[in-house]
């Protein structure tokens, strides 16, 4: 059986004093994802390897990680697809180190919070309480469906140059999820996120090099998302269309 | 956590983020160069601000000058300055060019809109568009420099 | 001040430095000889007209300002602790009104300034 070499860096932030990479042999199959051959050789190799993943579908965003230099999903990478004799696995950049593979999401979850990542109501009693459904057109929600099936696996946030220094500023995740609600005709929160996304440290801080939407598994499209909020800043019109901005978006009367 | 695991374990690329775009896309690329040679325009032009002071007399003349413009031209107009030149032009038209394609793209104009996902899946924002302007930019670039080294290395001067 | 008002600032620099830059290249280096543009006599003649002494001092600042608030922006995503952000703000500023009064002497001086030898 061909074998695969598996580079994995390894590092305790409280005993080690720096980053190591260690190599593992691991069986090679066909149709194997990078996860599995992880999984192999912390099953049968080294118990120590520190390791994250739950739904083994793209669904959880749990197994994000730099796997041959970008970041990928690990579950969702197979080791063919990558056509190469060596896989090396490395945590994510930009996220503090738990162990091993394994990185520190809190911020990063904390980041997506801040940008109120629902919708928004003027009257709060109605937002509360709703009369009745907020039916939208297609139209209207192909305008923000593809930023919904956003995962948070932080591929995109650690792929990013701005993020790479600048601590305050909420990455594409955030930004994207953002635009997400702001472009959604049911939504009034627009002007108090962008109050504080028109900042020094707001979407002015993003250069469109697009890594977020080169390395999103989930065809999210960050970068898309922002440089749409910074014409919807730029412009002063909302980032719906111009007749929904006329109007206040009403539930839809209760049928029957 | 100690405060020295958390520092150790930080992770945050830092300036390697913004210099080194291997493994990413190429746009990326253009990211990079774009920074770069915005510093160094601005440094040639501080520079340059420093040497056109000599025609009239330096920082601290008082009028034009032509034994004070003499004097720097014969410290800048070699082939040295010339090769500075070149570089400054070449970096100049790319930094223009590719700025007007950010600018176009960061008002949203060129990217096209929100779309339901059809695998494989090509980010809209990354569209071809986006490589042509680049390579558009590139090659204004090398044009600009060929006329500029035809001037200042074509024997004419 | 909101951003999107500076990144206005840095956009409208931009376009009107790709008319500026582009006319400066072409007179250095296609209208006239080079030799000929740099030369102190050409220089001295082109300079005391009023048209050119002011598309210089257009240049100039239009330059800079895009240069150094582009500056800015790099410094303020390279660190941001409070200090830091404050001096890069007003070192901005600073570094913007010195060297536009820097290079408009040399421009005053020239249309101005008595001739030396
Ligand atoms: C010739 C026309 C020019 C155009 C169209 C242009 C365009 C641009 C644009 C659009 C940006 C923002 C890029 C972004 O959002 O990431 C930018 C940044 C910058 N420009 Fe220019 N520019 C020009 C000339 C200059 C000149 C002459 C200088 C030097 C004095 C300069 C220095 C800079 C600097 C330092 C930055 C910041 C770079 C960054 O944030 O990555 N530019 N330019
Ligand atoms: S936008 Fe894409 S890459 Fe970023 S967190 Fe969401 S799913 Fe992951
Ligand atoms: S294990 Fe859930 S996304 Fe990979």
């Known amino acids: 059986m061909k074998e695969l070499r598996l580079v994995v860096q390894k590092f305790d932030p409280f005993s080690d004093a720096a980053p190591r990479l260690v190599e593992y042999a691991v069986p090679r199959r066909e149709g194997m994802t990078v996860l599995d051959a992880l999984l192999y050789a912390r099953d049968y190799v080294d118990h120590s390897i520190g390791l994250r993943f ?149 979407i002015w801080r993003c250069h469109f090099a697009g890594s977020c939407s080169y390395v999103c598994p989930k065809g999210v499209d960050p970068a898309l998302g922002i440089q749409l909020l910074k014409r919807h800043v730029m412009s002063g019109r909302p980032p719906h269309s111009k007749d929904d901005a006329t109007k206040v978006w009403k539930p839809a009367e209760k049928q029957q | 956590m100690s405060s020295g695991a958390e520092g150790k374990a930080k992770n945050r690329r830092g300036l390697s983020g913004w210099l080194n775009p291997y493994h990413y896309n190429f746009e990326r690329w253009a990211y990079v160069f774009q920074r770069v040679t915005g510093v160094a325009i601005l440094a040639y032009v501080i520079g340059h601000l420093g040497d056109t002071s000599f025609f009239v007399g330096g920082p601290t003349g008082t009028g034009p000058s032509e034994s004070s413009w003499t004097f720097i031209s014969g410290l800048v107009e070699n082939s040295f300055g010339h090769l500075i030149l070149i570089l400054v032009v070449l970096v100049v038209i790319f930094h223009g060019a590719n700025g007007i394609r950010l600018i176009v793209s960061e008002l949203g104009l060129i990217l096209g809109r929100p779309s339901p996902i059809e695998y494989p899946y090509r980010p809209k924002s990354l569209r071809s568009v986006q490589r042509v302007l680049i390579w558009v930019a590139i090659a204004l670039a090398l044009v600009g420099t060929g006329w500029a080294v035809l001037i200042l290395f074509g024997g004419s001067i | 001040m909101k951003e999107s008002r500076l990144m206005l600032l840095q956009y409208s620099t931009a376009v009107l430095a790709v008319v500026l830059v582009a006319i400066h290249l072409v007179m250095q280096g296609i209208a006239t000889p080079y030799s000929t543009a740099i030369s102190y006599a050409t220089i001295l003649s082109i300079y005391r007209t009023w048209f050119y002494a002011i598309f210089l001092e257009a240049l100039l600042v239009v330059v800079l300002v895009h240069g150094f608030n582009g500056v800015r922006i790099i410094l303020h995503e390279w660190r941001q602790t409070a200090p830091w952000s404050r001096w890069v703000d007003l070192g901005t500023v600073v570094a913007i009104v010195a060297t536009v009064a820097f290079g408009s002497r040399t421009v005053i001086l020239a249309v101005f300034g008595g001739v030396a030898g």
């Open chain 1, 54 to 202: 739950s739904c083994r579908q793209a669904s959880c965003g749990s197994c994000g990680m730099k796997i041959n230099g970008r970041p990928r999903l690990a579950c969702y990478t197979q080791v063919d697809e990558l056509g190469a004799e060596k896989v090396v696995a490395q945590p994510l950049d930009n996220f503090a180190i738990i162990k091993d593979l394994v990185t520190d999401l809190g911020s990063f979850f904390q980041r997506h919070r801040e940008v109120t990542p629902r919708l928004v109501r003027d009257d709060a009693q109605e937002q509360d309480h709703p009369t009745g459904e907020y039916l939208m057109k297609p139209e209207e929600l192909s305008r923000v469906l593809q930023f919904t099936y956003c995962i948070k696996c932080g591929l995109c946030t650690s792929s990013c140059p701005t993020v790479a220094t600048d601590e305050r500023f909420p990455g594409p995740q955030a930004l994207a999820q953002a635009y997400r609600y702001t472009a959604d005709v049911r939504d009034q929160g627009g002007a108090e996120r962008m109050a504080e996304l028109d900042g020094t440290h707001g």
